[in-house]
């Protein structure tokens, strides 16, 4: 017995003196910019300490690097995807919570808790909306005449076509047939119908009144009509007044990468998308599977999707790719990508990402506004002196008179944790939104006006002010509808919020 404890005693100490003379052979930590990748070598890089051991990497360190790409590829993957999982969770949430699954169920939206579940809603005029899977087959649309407008867009949230005064009829009324990707386009082309074609299943229709005239609401009702090709018309329904909270918020799980999936499997893999297939595969999320993450998986998507929304938000604050539009103020003009995404070069990443993160839907007349059309969208982050907006003071904006509009601006306060409307306690759309049709504002002697956005409004100044509550995080949309030619010019230009003193 003493014998062979003395050998195993002995075995012990010759593995030591192995371990302590292979350890001997590898270098000094070296810092990654100087390693050689050459013999033996032990380099020091951010994501721990890598060891090569005769040119090989050795097994602990390929553990450790294999995590290192996978959750670089989840990062980057949750930017890439942030468009099109932002408009899933959108479809998901209202379908659930409006009951419009089916083709012809629009939702409608008017208050504020209605508005409040869309990410960064404008909450001026009402949104009609539904969405369609155009895999259950290409669809046909007899769209009223009237002073209305319609548009549709793909999943991607670029725009496919426009109904009624922004789209081919002009007003007049018209048949539209909305096809999906894997559809022959040559079958359906007819002088008399406008022929669209979706690069995805998914689709989304929003409808908008502009004549607020509730005779021209019945009959635009009454008489639109929709149905899958080959089928009779669908039932054309509008849900509306429910006043239910809800979120379209993008979630910060596993579920993003559930919904992920869930995409992956509906749609047709465009050309520019496959390289993101071959780097989601190694992370469980691989078309014609399921979405069964092993433990492993699991925990590096969870870091992932943290990391790259912290990229992101980071992006969104401090949009390395843009301009401050008017020198020497920290507002940004919205919209800093094409309406394709995609360019001769590049696809638009990080700048169609952080619109997407931040808002849903793009137009024409959203990104290419021309002088009394469209809308503008500014925002800011950051005050006067280049500090973070924070909810706990008080900021003012001193809005010059004749601000250049054709017909009229709004300032809508948003989350920066939600991107939707914010939640301060208030039950009216007045509460969070202001803008030029407001009766309430007071203005000053030389036709400006000062609004109030922070933890407690000026005395008498209440008309004007938007609360802000605990530790929210807080931006806002200023929206020119129809700007005129002193915006482009920038002859006008708005100055930054003043924190005020306490």
């Known amino acids: 017995m003493k014998n062979s404890l003395l050998l195993i005693a002995l075995s012990l100490i010759c593995i030591q003196c192995h371990n302590k003379d292979s350890l001997k052979d590898i270098p000094n930590r070296e810092p990654i910019r100087n390693a050689t990748l050459i013999g033996d070598e032990n380099i020091q890089t951010p994501y721990g300490d890598i060891t090569l051991e005769n040119n090989y990497i050795t097994d602990e ?26 408009f899933y969770t959108w479809i998901e949430q209202q379908n659930k919570n409006y009951n419009t699954g089916e083709l012809g169920q629009f939702a409608v939206f008017k208050s504020l808790k209605e508005k409040r579940g869309i990410v960064t809603g404008n909450l001026t005029t009402p949104y009609i909306i539904q969405f369609y899977n155009l895999s259950n087959g290409p669809i046909e649309i007899t769209y009223p005449p009237g002073n209305t407008a319609g548009g549709i867009l793909d999943l991607w949230q670029r725009p496919i076509g426009n109904m009624g005064v922004t789209g081919p009829d002009k007003g007049k009324g018209g048949k539209y047939i909305i096809l999906g990707p894997e559809d022959d386009a040559k079958t359906y082309q007819n002088d008399s119908i406008s022929v669209y074609q979706s690069e995805t299943n998914h689709i989304f229709i929003g409808l908008r009144l502009i004549d ?29 007044d429910l006043d239910k909270e809800w979120s379209a918020t993008a979630p910060r799980g596993l579920e993003y990468w559930r919904i992920l999936n869930t995409i992956i499997n509906q749609e047709p893999i465009r050309e520019q998308d496959k390289v993101w297939m071959a780097m989601l595969e190694p992370l469980g999320i691989r078309k014609g599977t399921a979405f069964q993450p092993n433990k492993r998986q699991q925990r590096i998507l969870l870091e992932g999707v943290k990391m790259g929304e912290l990229m992101l938000r980071n992006l969104q604050t401090n949009p390395r790719f843009a301009e401050n539009y008017w020198e020497g103020t920290n507002w940004y003009k919205s919209f800093d990508f094409t309406v394709p995404q995609i360019t001769e070069y590049k696809v638009e990443l990080d700048e169609r990402a952080v619109w997407f993160y931040e808002a849903v839907t793009s137009t024409n007349g959203m990104v290419n506004p021309i002088v009394g059309q469209g809308q503008v969208y500014m925002t800011v982050k950051r005050d006067k002196e280049g500090k973070l907006f924070r909810a706990d003071k008080t900021y003012v904006l001193k809005v010059p008179k004749d601000v250049p509009v054709e017909q009229f601006w709004s300032v809508v306060l948003y989350s920066e944790a939600t991107r939707r409307a914010y939640d301060n306690g208030g039950s009216e759309i007045k509460d969070v939104a202001l803008n030029s049709r407001m009766e309430q504002l007071k203005y000053n002697e030389d036709g400006s006006l000062n609004l109030y956005i922070g933890a407690k409004a000026p005395k008498g100044m209440e008309t004007n002010f938007l609360k802000t509550t605990g530790k929210d995080g807080w931006f806002i949309y200023f929206r020119l509808y129809g700007p005129k030619e002193a915006f482009f010019d920038k002859s006008f230009s708005l100055p930054d919020f003043e924190r005020m003193e306490e």
């Open 61 to 86: 360190s390929a553990t450790k690097l294999f995590d290192v790409m996978d959750f670089q590829r989840a990062a980057q993957a949750y930017i890439w995807s942030t468009p099109i999982v932002s």
């Open 212 to 240: 607020q005239n509730p005779e021209v609401e019945k009959n635009f009702k009454k008489s639109l009509r929709m149905k899958i090709i080959g089928k009779e018309d669908s039932p054309v329904v509008f849900i509306e």
